[in-house]
């Protein structure tokens, strides 16, 4: 009981960091939207809005672990399954927001004018988001996202493997090959032609090359951190009892560890996002140099 505590308050304060980390992230791009007028740092705000989400539903669902623990049979409440179609949406909008900045990526490469307009723009996230929350209502529908037998956690069916895969496929593998794929025709295309190009073309074809490796090395965190979830549901189709408690619930706050990283490397990453941060920086030098070199009055404290 004491290891189920600890683990629910450390799962709760990377919750709540990750919220207040991806919550500083949007709000600096609100307070500068005038400066940040790049697709690219619309669509990462894409991926730190599906981050924000995403820990905002796992920090509801460590809320409901800590009444559940409690309890000797949990009374499970009629919002479970939602929070558990919320939580398989917002993961899969993590990925597939990914995919959307290789692909801008790609475009840009290859001189494609897709993404030319505002409205395109926005259009192609607005697919997204409706993509992302409308692939798992099916299995909310058919009752197969419930609170798990071998944890207090809203989570799809590990009995309906079907539905296990579909969500599994949909989320990662579909973003992976789609990753995958945008990768290798881009390095293709920046070999064939770089004998063909000036020095400054080249030098921002590999720039945008670099940020698509970047993308594709962040989604293969994900992937690592993610695949236990596999091998647990192998474990319980074959011996529930196999599994040490709060497995599941262990796996998913290092997810939420990976996020986190996730979160730092797309601030640095991201060229408009590094710039206000230094100019954030230089700003607080001065004023801190100011405090420590103030002169302070001398107090004596000696009577006559």
Known sequence: MVVTIVVNRIFLSICIINCFVASVFLIIVLVNHHRYSSFLTLLVCNTVLGILLYSSVNFASVCYMFIWDEQV???????CSIRAYFYHSTIAWIHHSLV?????????????????????????ILIQWLFDFLFGLPVLLTGNMKKLMIDNLCFVSLNALPCVFYL??????????????????????????SSRLNGNRLINMQRDLTIVHRIV??????????FPVLIVVICVTIR????????VRVLIMIMNIAL??????????TPD??????????????????????VHPIISNHRY
């Open 217 to 226: 090395l962040l989604n293969i965190l994900l992937v690592i951190v993610g």
């Open 260 to 269: 986190l990283l996730m979160l730092l490397v797309l601030f640095w990453i």
């Open 273 to 294: 996002l590094r710039q206000s941060l230094i100019n954030i920086r230089d700003r607080i030098k001065p004023l801190l140099s100011r405090k420590n070199n103030r």
């Open 168 to 193: 599994a496929g949909v989320s990662f593998i579909l973003s992976d090959i789609t990753l995958s794929v945008i990768y290798r025709l881009l390095v293709r295309h920046v070999r064939e032609i």
């Open 240 to 247: 529930a009892d196999l599994l040490p408690n709060n497995t």
């Open 73 to 79: 049979l949990p009374v499970v409440d009629p919002l």
């Open 100 to 124: 959307l900045q290789a692909l801008e990526r790609y475009f840009k490469v290859r001189r494609i004018l897709f993404f030319r307009t505002h409205t395109r723009q926005l259009g192609f």
